[in-house]
């Protein structure tokens, strides 16, 4: 089956860097994604690597590396609206349906 | 571009009752997930539509549950003779042409007294 780990809480200051890690056990590999989630809110894509390496969009990246089973999502520049719970996901084995990490809450304080 | 739109927001039942939920996905999307998320844990899946076929359930879904996808376009969610441990966020995605992008409407919770 599908398994995914992830730290569950992270805490930077405005302004830092923060990467959170996620690690992976996959029957079948799709690629990995990750969702931010604010307290109360829908879960939104933010990135997916579904090759080696680096993806950037804005304040926010993500790497995967494949042999590694391994990927993070990488926040810069951090802002209080970032503090959210982040989570990484894989595709089921059918290739569909996401299964999602137990999330990381990230708190950024002032 | 509405997004997604589920219906209602929050519902409170006695056990044993039936509850039904709505999902309204966003227009051009052939895709329809249904997602069940507790406090303090990521989402699980429940079920997978493309168009109106049902290609995918959970073993997380027993037979108290229902889902049904009508002419591909909203999808219901029915629970039957509610448990304490249905009590959780139902959350509805869809997506087009990829799997990974999936976009999530902003749930129904559920609560069993």
């Known amino acids: 089956g599908q398994s995914l780990e992830q730290p569950s809480e992270v805490t930077a200051v405005e302004g830092a860097i923060v990467q959170i890690n996620c690690t992976y056990q996959?029957?079948?590999?799709?690629?990995l994604s990750w969702y931010q989630q604010h307290d109360g809110g829908a879960p939104t894509f933010l990135s997916y690597n579904g090759l080696d390496g680096l993806e950037e969009t804005g304040r926010f990246s993500s790497f995967l590396s494949r042999s590694d089973s391994y990927g993070y999502l990488l926040l810069q520049e951090l802002q209080m609206k970032d503090s959210a719970s982040y989570f990484c996901?894989?595709?089921?084995?059918?290739?569909?349906?996401?299964?999602f990490g137990k999330g990381t809450t990230l708190s950024v304080s002032s | 571009d509405t997004g997604v739109s589920q219906n209602p927001r929050h519902k409170i039942t006695k056990r044993g009752q039936n509850v039904t939920f709505r999902c309204d996905p966003i227009?051009?999307?052939?895709?329809l997930y249904w997602y069940r998320q507790t406090l303090g844990q990521g989402p699980e899946f429940l079920t997978y539509f493309q168009n109106e076929a049902q290609l995918e359930k959970s073993r997380l879904l027993s037979d108290r549950f229902s889902a049904e996808r009508p002419k591909g376009s909203f999808s219901t969610l029915e629970i039957q003779r509610t448990e304490q441990g249905d009590s959780a966020m139902y959350l509805c995605?869809?997506?087009?042409?990829?799997?990974?992008?999936?976009?999530f409407g902003p749930g129904t919770r559920l609560t069993v007294t």
């Open positions: 227009s051009e999307h052939n895709r």
């Open positions: 996959t029957s079948g590999f799709y690629g």
């Open positions: 995605a869809s997506s087009s042409g990829t799997h990974y992008e999936q976009y």
């Open positions: 996901a894989v595709k089921d084995q059918a290739g569909t349906a996401l299964i």
